[in-house]
């Protein structure tokens, strides 16, 4: 009987604190498209462009998605750009625990700044440089490399089987033309 109310109050307790855990942010704010890691040639998030946070504890368990008009918040999930004295905050796409998409505001000043994710009332912060451009491609859900998203001709998928064909216009999907 004694090991049964220890076990429930340990359990307990070790879930609160799971549940209270500051958020953590793993891999720095990046190109949702790209994913260059910070200190990677190239690195940077342009302004207007969809950044990428990953790590643990940074929004609700399941996803939640943003409807339009987006917001600053999404399931209690805030994110902020600061660069030198100007904070902005960013337009919030898409939210869990461990991913979370955000629009780099236009008026994001450029260079190098912090980015802080607050979920819960507890913050994390990673460093971010804040460019003018970056464009990346999206490429396979799934895969960090791999076949491009673009589209034959603006309809058909490109894939190996049906690759585009000689002057044939090429619609390709990405982020980071700037703002």
Not at 80 to 108: E, F, H, K, Y
Not at 164 to 172: E, H, K, N, S
């Amino acid at each position: 009987m004694i090991r049964s109310w220890a076990v429930r109050i340990l359990t307990a307790g070790f879930c609160t604190g799971l549940a209270l855990a500051a958020p953590q942010i793993r891999g720095g704010a990046v190109n949702a498209a790209s994913r260059i890691v910070p200190g990677l040639p190239d690195y940077g998030v342009a302004k207007g462009s969809l950044m990428y946070l990953g790590g643990q504890g940074m929004g609700p368990d399941e996803i939640v998605r943003g409807e339009f008009p987006l917001g600053e918040e999404l399931g209690g999930v805030k994110v902020s750009v600061r660069v030198g004295d100007s904070t902005v905050n960013a337009i919030m796409v898409a939210v869990s625990a461990r991913q979370v998409w955000a629009i780099v505001p236009s008026s994001a000043p450029s260079g190098s700044g912090v980015v802080t994710l607050t979920y819960n009332g507890e913050n994390a912060t990673t460093p971010i440089d804040v460019v003018d451009a970056a464009f990346g491609i999206f490429v396979t859900p799934g895969a960090t490399f791999g076949n491009a998203i673009g589209f034959n001709g603006g309809q058909e998928l490109n894939q190996f089987v049906k690759s585009a064909r000689p002057g044939q216009q090429v619609t390709l999907i990405g982020t980071g033309l700037g703002a």
